[in-house]
């Protein structure tokens, strides 16, 4: 199956401080990539769908200026967690979109706040 | 809005045993996915369904999808403990996927 590589996979920072993300799509081109937060033992909640070249698409409750998204490329996305909080702590993961349908996870990163 | 419900939500059984997960979702839908999740890990693909009747099979895990009843199942037979883990339903509707709360299932000796 196609590779989808994140980095970092595991970052701890302070509280207040900014961290990014980013998601690369290795053996494709993807127009679309998801970002993803898991908090343990619960499932997979949809933050943001984000297009190449254009703006993201943020899903309710999720704070465009708090999370920012930037699809530069079609083969990089990058998210950036800015001021983070303790309550910012949990698994992101983000998702390309093949032209097969298929999506294709990253490994993941944990971030943890504190 | 699209909700995906799964059940069990935790399913414990014995090796050799067959048994199936549940997803039902509320609206009509562009395709399904299940995926499987270990600990500390991120989702690993397993099936999509396109149409309605859809049926796939790879080794003890089998995945069907009946777009009319809007339910989806994941079979699983004569099981091993290498199946345990998380498993997630996801549907897919217009390039969004919402996903179940997941089946976490023990396969015991």
């Known amino acids: 199956g196609a590779v989808v590589s994140q980095h970092p996979s595991r970052v701890i920072c302070k509280s207040g401080t900014s961290v990014k993300i980013e998601c690369r799509s290795l053996d494709f081109q993807a127009t679309t990539m998801f970002w993803y937060r898991q908090f343990p033992k619960q499932s997979l909640m949809l933050m943001a769908t984000?297009?190449?070249?254009?703006?993201?698409?943020?899903e309710q409750g999720v704070e465009k200026d708090k999370f920012l998204i930037n699809h530069a490329s079609l083969t990089l996305s990058t998210l950036t967690v800015t001021s983070a909080h303790p309550e910012d702590s949990s698994f992101y993961i983000c998702?390309?979109?093949?032209?097969?349908?298929?999506?294709?996870f990253g490994p993941g990163t944990r971030l943890t706040v504190t | 809005e699209l909700k995906v419900e799964q059940n069990p939500l935790f399913l414990s059984m014995q090796e050799g045993k067959n048994y199936t997960i549940y997803c039902n979702y509320s609206?009509?839908?562009?395709?399904l996915y299940w995926y499987r999740q270990d600990p500390g890990k991120s989702l690993e693909s397993l099936f999509v369904l396109l149409s309605n009747g859809a049926v796939k099979q790879e080794g003890r895990l089998m995945a069907s999808l009946d777009t009319k009843a809007r339910l989806s199942t994941l079979h699983i037979t004569a099981a091993v403990h290498d199946l345990s883990a998380t498993y997630f339903c996801a549907v897919q509707n217009a390039g969004k996927s919402t996903f179940g709360d997941g089946t976490t299932l023990t396969v015991k000796p």
């Open positions: 609206t009509t839908s562009d395709r």
């Open positions: 984000s297009n190449e070249g254009s703006k993201a698409t943020y």
């Open positions: 998702s390309a979109g093949s032209p097969s349908y298929e999506q294709y």
